[in-house]
């Protein structure tokens, strides 16, 4: 029923708890800068599940817009918050639509590069070596670039005013983020950063042309 559809605060400190703790589980935290990473993206989470069952805030906001460009349709029923389903015009259930079964992809990829990148990383730091064998032999920050996929998933599943502000910020202070470990791995590991560097793209892996060379990439 719509007055039911929000104002379920509990559902958000549990889908808010439980990927929290997903994403905790698979990077996890060491550092002060580790922590900075998760903290960014469990507000990223908050926010997101606080519009999916607390207080619908972007419907609010566009309310006006959307009942005079889409009528007929009950925006305060829960599967109206699917926007991107709505707006494309979907109108069987929004969880087996195209954008929500994109967005479990991004966000089952970004999960994946997480735990698949700090298997690599754990054993480097072990042995005192510089990471680049899985993940780290196609990218040289697979961690962030799996925090940002799972962002981009939950963008396509529901996007709200507040995530959409948020992402571009989260993406450039990972890059800073990230732009610090590389300051620090070049003091660690000198002339073996420098190679590594320079053959590893940062966060697009390359891709293989016709002629088996790597297109250039960031």
């Given amino acids: 029923m719509t007055e039911n559809a929000y104002g379920?605060?509990?559902?958000?400190?549990?889908?808010?708890?439980?990927?929290?703790?997903?994403?905790?589980?698979?990077?996890?935290?060491?550092?002060?800068?580790?922590w900075r990473?998760?903290?960014?993206?469990?507000?990223?989470?908050?926010?997101?599940?606080?519009e999916m069952y607390g207080f619908p805030l972007t419907i609010y906001l566009l309310s006006g817009w959307l009942a005079q460009t889409f009528p007929g349709v009950d925006?305060?029923?829960?599967?109206?918050?699917?926007l991107l389903e709505v707006m494309f015009g979907w109108r069987s259930n929004p969880h087996f639509g195209p954008f929500?079964?994109?967005?479990?992809?991004?966000?089952g990829g970004g999960f994946w590069l997480l735990a698949a990148a700090w298997r690599v990383l754990y054993a480097a730091q072990a042995s005192g070596q510089l990471a680049t064998s899985g993940p780290?032999?196609?990218?040289?920050?697979?961690?962030?670039?799996?925090?940002?996929?799972?962002?981009?998933?939950f963008l396509f599943q529901w996007p709200t005013l507040i995530t959409l502000v948020m992402f571009p910020i989260l993406l450039v202070v990972y890059v800073r983020l990230a732009r610090r470990e590389e300051g620090d791995s070049a003091a660690a590991f000198g002339d073996a950063w420098t190679r590594y560097?320079?053959?590893?793209?940062?966060?697009?892996?390359?891709?293989?042309?016709?002629?088996?060379?790597a297109s250039p990439s960031t």
């Fill in 197 to 213: 560097a320079r053959a590893t793209p940062a966060f697009i892996p390359r891709w293989r042309t016709g002629h088996g060379r």
């Fill in 100 to 107: 929500h079964l994109i967005s479990t992809l991004f966000i």
């Fill in 136 to 153: 780290y032999a196609r990218l040289r920050h697979p961690q962030y670039v799996g925090f940002v996929l799972i962002m981009v998933g």
């Fill in 8 to 34: 379920l605060w509990s559902l958000v400190l549990i889908n808010s708890a439980l990927f929290i703790f997903f994403a905790f589980s698979f990077f996890k935290p060491r550092s002060r800068r580790d």
């Fill in 75 to 82: 925006f305060l029923a829960h599967d109206s918050g699917h």
């Fill in 37 to 50: 990473t998760l903290g960014m993206f469990s507000a990223f989470v908050v926010a997101l599940f606080t």
